[in-house]
């Protein structure tokens, strides 16, 4: 019993380091984003947790096939009766053990959800875990079969079928549908949020380094969900800000037709000042916030 | 208690062998071209569907048809219910209530020897075990044959075998086809047969619903299977809503299969159920019940209480497709969500409907071949049913990122890894059985102690999955793919070969070969780690589920995957090899009890007769007691049967008894 102990112990101690320190950095999805980060921290720690209850168990099931077999000589002989039937300790430390372990993970798992702004999952129209930066750079993306496009309200609302976000920037994506349920997941910014439709879904991250950022849909949404996925780049602030005024400018003959954020493309039968859009749908509530505001400053 | 006092309410059982075969009182004795069978349930069932097709084309021609298919919903589902009961009429399951309904009793049923048996339907427990068998043998191959299609497709990232359509097509039936068969992959076989047996009773207590579920599962396979006829479904096992509603004519099947599939498993639940509560033997109390008939009663209830849910789901889905209604269109007054939530609060006890048996059976299996009692009996009959309670509260961790409320989900993290408590005893249980235990490596064994590995990793990778910022990584991809075959091939799949390994030679009579069996068991347990495991990765590294087009980089992890499972499904053909050649081709007569094992269902002579035992047991002791001196034995089996003495390892004789022999 206590040379199973000690193995596992010796195997805990020398497995866990070398898993951080070796493997951790580079589990996905990164660390582009706030959100891949502690992503990538919170992973990092489960396994961590976990590896020394995998060993426990492997340990113990090699220990018992190999020394317990019938086959072997010198095998004990077992023993039956009402020591082999229970044991309170062993059932009482067993029940605690994993509670108090349990209860651990979950306390960790909403701290670091509720710390994080929600850790860039969806989290509804209304979040109530959002992130301490005032300026956001909110980012509408609308998924049909089978195709992203991106909207940026506070550049006018113009459209643009790849994902372009600045560096240093907390973003907040809106994710809607026009048709089918889609899943929103930019894999190297760790953004995983449905798209319902005719449903808001926010999820925010605030981005750190700049790079290639693949979008994949997550959600089965037919006959070509395989082939729905596109790229996107998270560029500097300038660059960004270049962009964007510049794409602004473009489509402005367009944009001005069109409202800045709304959850559909789909003309409104019930639209009562005669408008093709939802007329419950209220323009971006911050639309002021970043556009307005050059990101340099 | 004394064993005159049980003995004195002894029920007299009619005759076994009553002369009058079958049939009904007042009518003449049916003749022999007129018995019912596959045959004229195949016939039934394809009358009933061109009747119904018929039918629903006369009553909605024209404004049902789905968009730009030529199809009519309201045919097809025509088509496929009257099919279905057309297939009930023909197996003979509603003889019995339409003749009551025209004041006929039927005469009691007889045992019948002939191999024809297996193909009628009949009320005896054993046989309808094996007929379920071989279904979910039926089931399980078809949904193994798509997977070596999927991953066929997977070899190349780019360049496809299959159309998009057809892939995800395959990807859907093959899905639903396993999860369908999984409901029942235990509880129908070892389930129906086992459960009578272990706890005494002569039959189960309802002996037509019994084989109604068998019947009108068989059905829900060729409804499933239908679907590949209209083009197949693109929605994968959920069936998500929106997409549903777009979806042709093989939605249909998929929506009338699952609650045809539903009817059976909510039949099953209640005739396992009150069988297991009232049909116990005389001193069976619930601190003797074998572990695995908790782990079905535990089963039971999930059956029953939670199959409601997905038939009244695919009601709305079925009402949305051909009666127009809008429960789950959003643009309509309906919702996305209310699929999504109906469809998980089933999905999720359903998960552990396909544990929980699994659980039972290596809990079976581990004592005998460790010759020591089960460790913490009542924790384990406290897991199932722990289990059992806490999966009713875990339905919205599959929507963590769908837009629900976000407050839920902390609440929903918390209750899902509350379940692993439960799920941690299994292993308290099993890793306490075996210490210091004598472990001989037969096939069964071989079989249970895999599950305790596999099952490790899938359970561990769910609380990867519970928690709410790792989710937002692994959530939909090839993670959760590898997670949830870990748990259900990887534990109930592997609990159900060696379940089958383990009481074939009773069900059947005939030993299986151990070298081929072992042979089975190594290339699958090899093969199916390195199938799945490399998915764990390749969830990691992006790729999301149900693609079939997927990243340069992950092709050689794929590859190897796809290899492996190709393996992994020649690993089935040993099976089936080793079915035939040592039931049919060249049997060997297996001994009573060829484990030496204490449970009450081996102390029957092989082949069990067909009311089970002569005499209703008096039971004595909980089945465990391996490797104890002077432990009292199992059961009184009465004059005929012998007493078993726990602590020995074949059964002793009345003499060796402590107690004075019973009369």
């Known amino acids: 019993m206590w040379r199973m102990v000690a193995i596992w112990l010796v195997l805990s101690a020398v497995l866990d380091p070398l898993f951080y320190i070796l493997v951790g950095p580079h589990v996905p999805p990164g660390t582009m984003t706030s959100s891949a980060q502690q992503n990538q921290f919170d992973f990092n720690i489960l396994l961590v947790a976990a590896l020394p209850v995998f060993l426990a168990v492997w340990v113990y099931l090699a220990y018992t096939v190999v020394m317990w077999r019938a086959s072997r000589k010198g095998a004990p002989e077992p023993v039956g009766g009402a020591q082999a039937r229970t044991h309170l300790g062993v059932q009482v430390g067993w029940i605690v053990t994993t509670t108090v372990i349990v209860l651990g993970l979950f306390v960790f798992g909403t701290v670091e959800l509720i710390a994080n702004g929600g850790s860039g999952g969806g989290e509804g129209p209304n979040p109530i875990w959002t992130p301490?930066?005032?300026?956001?750079?909110?980012?509408?993306?609308?998924?049909?079969?089978?195709?992203?496009?991106?909207?940026?309200?506070?550049?006018?609302?113009?459209?643009?079928?790849?994902?372009?976000?600045?560096?240093?920037?907390?973003?907040?994506?809106?994710?809607?549908?026009?048709?089918?349920?889609?899943?929103?997941?930019?894999?190297?910014?760790?953004?995983?949020?449905?798209?319902?439709?005719q449903q808001d879904d926010v999820a925010f991250t605030t981005t750190r380094q700049t790079g290639s950022v693949t979008v994949r849909c997550d959600e089965l949404c037919g006959l070509w969900h395989g082939a729905m996925f596109n790229y996107g780049k998270v560029v500097s602030k300038a660059a960004f800000m270049a962009w964007a005024k510049s794409t602004e400018a473009g489509n402005a003959a367009n944009t001005k037709l069109l409202p800045p954020f709304a959850y559909t493309y789909v003309p409104d039968a019930n639209g009562s000042d005669g408008g093709y859009y939802p007329d419950n749908v209220d323009p971006y509530s911050n639309s002021e916030v970043y556009g307005a505001k050059p990101a340099a400053s | 208690?004394?064993?005159?006092?049980?003995?004195?309410?002894?029920?007299?059982?009619?005759?076994?062998?009553?002369?009058?075969?079958?049939?009904?009182?007042?009518?003449?004795?049916?003749?022999?071209?007129?018995?019912?069978?596959?045959?004229?349930?195949?016939?039934?069932?394809?009358?009933?569907?061109?009747?119904?097709?018929?039918?629903?084309?006369?009553?909605?021609?024209?404004?049902?048809?789905?968009?730009?298919?030529?199809?009519?919903?309201?045919?097809?589902?025509?088509?496929?219910?009257?099919?279905?009961?057309?297939?009930?009429?023909?197996?003979?399951?509603?003889?019995?209530?339409?003749?009551?309904?025209?004041?006929?009793?039927?005469?009691?049923?007889?045992?019948?020897?002939?191999?024809?048996?297996?193909?009628?339907?009949?009320?005896?427990?054993?046989?309808?075990?094996?007929?379920?068998?071989?279904?979910?043998?039926?089931?399980?191959?078809?949904?193994?044959?798509?997977?070596?299609?999927?991953?066929?497709?997977?070899?190349?990232?780019?360049?496809?075998?299959?159309?998009?359509?057809?892939?995800?097509?395959?990807?859907?039936?093959?899905?639903?086809?396993?999860?369908?068969?999984?409901?029942?992959?235990?509880?129908?076989?070892?389930?129906?047969?086992?459960?009578?047996?272990?706890?005494?009773?002569?039959?189960?207590?309802?002996?037509?619903?019994?084989?109604?579920?068998?019947?009108?599962?068989?059905?829900?396979?060729?409804?499933?299977?239908?679907?590949?006829?209209?083009?197949?479904?693109?929605?994968?096992?959920?069936?998500?809503?929106?997409?549903?509603?777009?979806?042709?004519?093989?939605?249909?099947?998929?929506?009338?299969?699952?609650?045809?599939?539903?009817?059976?498993?909510?039949?099953?639940?209640?005739?396992?159920?009150?069988?297991?509560?009232?049909?116990?033997?005389?001193?069976?109390?619930?601190?003797?019940i074998p572990i695995f008939v908790w782990s079905i009663l535990a089963t039971c209830?999930?059956?029953?209480?939670?199959?409601?849910?997905?038939?009244?789901?695919?009601?709305?889905?079925?009402?949305?497709?051909?009666?127009?209604?809008?429960?789950?269109?959003?643009?309509?007054?309906?919702?996305?969500?209310?699929?999504?939530?109906?469809?998980?609060?089933?999905?999720?006890?359903?998960?552990?409907?396909?544990?929980?048996?699994?659980?039972?059976?290596?809990?079976?299996?581990?004592?005998?071949?460790?010759?020591?009692?089960?460790?913490?009996?009542?924790?384990?009959?406290?897991?199932?049913?722990?289990?059992?309670?806490?999966?009713?509260?875990?339905?919205?961790?599959?929507?963590?990122?769908?837009?629900?409320?976000?407050?839920?989900r902390p609440l929903f993290m918390l209750t899902t890894e509350l379940i692993s408590i439960p799920t941690g005893f299994i292993y308290l249980v099993g890793l306490g059985t075996l210490y210091k235990a004598k472990i001989k490596f037969e096939v069964p064994m071989l079989f249970a102690l895999a599950l305790f590995f596999n099952f490790l990793i899938g359970g561990m990778t769910g609380v990867f999955l519970s928690d709410v910022p790792v989710n937002v990584t692994v959530h939909g991809s090839f993670f959760v793919l590898a997670h949830f075959h870990y748990t259900i091939m990887g534990g109930l799949i592997f609990a159900f070969f060696g379940g089958l390994y383990f009481w074939l030679p009773k069900m059947t009579g005939k030993t299986m070969n151990k070298k081929l069996g072992q042979i089975h068991f190594w290339i699958m347990f090899i093969f199916f780690n390195l199938t799945f495991f490399p998915m764990f990765l390749i969830g990691l590294l992006g790729q999301p589920r149900r693609v079939f087009e997927y990243a340069q980089n992950l092709q050689a992890l794929n590859d190897f995957s796809s290899v492996s499972a190709f393996i992994l499904g020649a690993s089935f053909l040993v099976f089936v090899a080793n079915f035939v050649w040592s039931i049919f081709i060249k049997p060997t007569p297996a001994p009573a009890n060829p484990w030496n094992s204490l449970g009450l269902e081996w102390q029957t002579p092989t082949p069990v007769p067909y009311y089970n035992f002569e005499r209703i047991p008096v039971v004595l002791n909980d089945p465990y007691h391996y490797s104890e001196e002077n432990a009292v034995s199992v059961a009184d089996l009465g004059e005929e049967g012998v007493l078993v003495a726990a602590g020995a390892s074949s059964p002793a004789s009345v003499a060796e008894d402590p107690r004075p022999p019973a009369r």
């Open chain 2, 301 to 408: 209830a999930l059956l029953t209480l939670a199959t409601p849910t997905l038939v009244a789901a695919g009601f709305f889905g079925i009402l949305d497709h051909t009666a127009q209604t809008a429960f789950f269109v959003t643009e309509h007054g309906g919702s996305s969500f209310l699929w999504e939530n109906l469809f998980w609060f089933f999905g999720h006890p359903e998960v552990y409907i396909m544990a929980l048996p699994g659980f039972g059976i290596v809990f079976e299996i581990l004592p005998v071949f460790t010759r020591k009692p089960l460790f913490a009996y009542k924790v384990a009959a406290a897991a199932m049913l722990g289990v059992a309670l806490l999966s009713f509260f875990v339905w919205q961790h599959h929507l963590f990122q769908s837009g629900i409320n976000p407050d839920m």
């Open chain 1, 132 to 197: 301490t930066s005032a300026t956001i750079l909110p980012v509408q993306v609308i998924a049909q079969q089978w195709k992203f496009t991106y909207r940026y309200p506070t550049f006018g609302g113009f459209e643009s079928g790849q994902l372009i976000v600045p560096n240093d920037t907390t973003i907040a994506f809106h994710v809607t549908s026009l048709d089918v349920i889609h899943d929103f997941w930019a894999y190297q910014l760790s953004i995983k949020a449905d798209a319902n439709p």
């Open chain 2, 1 to 288: 208690m004394t064993l005159t006092a049980e003995r004195e309410t002894e029920v007299v059982y009619p005759d076994p062998t009553p002369p009058v075969l079958g049939g009904f009182q007042g009518l003449p004795q049916r003749p022999g071209w007129l018995s019912q069978h596959l045959g004229t349930a195949a016939i039934g069932a394809v009358l009933g569907y061109l009747l119904g097709h018929w039918l629903g084309n006369v009553v909605a021609s024209g404004y049902t048809n789905i968009a730009n298919s030529g199809v009519n919903a309201v045919a097809i589902t025509g088509g496929l219910l009257l099919g279905v009961f057309g297939w009930l009429l023909g197996i003979g399951v509603l003889n019995y209530p339409l003749a009551k309904m025209v004041g006929l009793e039927p005469r009691p049923d007889y045992e019948s020897t002939s191999w024809t048996r297996y193909l009628r339907l009949t009320v005896d427990h054993k046989v309808v075990g094996l007929q379920y068998v071989i279904g979910v043998l039926a089931f399980l191959f078809t949904g193994g044959l798509l997977a070596m299609g999927i991953r066929t497709e997977l070899l190349s990232p780019s360049s496809h075998l299959f159309g998009p359509g057809t892939y995800i097509a395959i990807v859907s039936e093959h899905g639903t086809i396993m999860m369908m068969m999984a409901t029942s992959v235990i509880v129908g076989p070892l389930g129906n047969w086992l459960v009578p047996l272990m706890i005494g009773a002569r039959r189960t207590a309802f002996p037509r619903v019994e084989a109604f579920s068998f019947w009108i599962f068989t059905a829900g396979y060729l409804v499933i299977l239908s679907a590949l006829f209209y083009g197949g479904f693109p929605t994968g096992w959920t069936g998500y809503a929106p997409l549903q509603t777009q979806a042709g004519g093989g939605m249909m099947s998929y929506l009338v299969g699952f609650a045809v599939i539903g009817l059976g498993m909510m039949a099953a639940g209640f005739n396992l159920a009150v069988t297991i509560i009232n049909y116990r033997a005389p001193g069976m109390t619930w601190s003797r």
